[in-house]
């Protein structure tokens, strides 16, 4: 069920912090790991559950690669509480 991925990405703080942010606007891994004072690689990993769990896209430009949140991983958690 792809509601417990979604619960279980933006269980963890600093996914959620990095959610919010790509909510915002799009950002490259280095902005990410500078405002957030994590390594690249450990931002890279938090990505990658993020994007799992459709919360985020990614769009190359060039050398870089941007995320972005996208809506939808949320609607598919929004239609689940709306059942409960």
Same mark, same amino acid.
């Given at each position: 069920m792809a509601y417990q991925a *979604?619960?279980?990405?933006l269980?963890? &703080?600093?996914r959620r912090r990095l959610f919010e942010r790509l909510? /915002? /606007? &799009?950002?490259? *891994?280095?902005?990410?790991?500078?405002a957030q004072a994590i390594s690249q690689p450990a931002i890279s990993q938090h990505l990658k559950v993020l994007r799992d769990a459709r919360l985020v896209t990614v769009r190359p430009e060039g050398t870089r690669r941007y995320y972005q949140a996208t809506p939808a991983g949320l609607r598919e958690l929004r239609a689940w509480l709306e059942g409960m």
């Amino acid at each position: 069920m792809a509601y417990q991925a *979604v619960l279980s990405a933006l269980a963890d &703080p600093t996914r959620r912090r990095l959610f919010e942010r790509l909510r /915002r /606007r &799009p950002h490259t *891994v280095g902005e990410l790991a500078r405002a957030q004072a994590i390594s690249q690689p450990a931002i890279s990993q938090h990505l990658k559950v993020l994007r799992d769990a459709r919360l985020v896209t990614v769009r190359p430009e060039g050398t870089r690669r941007y995320y972005q949140a996208t809506p939808a991983g949320l609607r598919e958690l929004r239609a689940w509480l709306e059942g409960m």
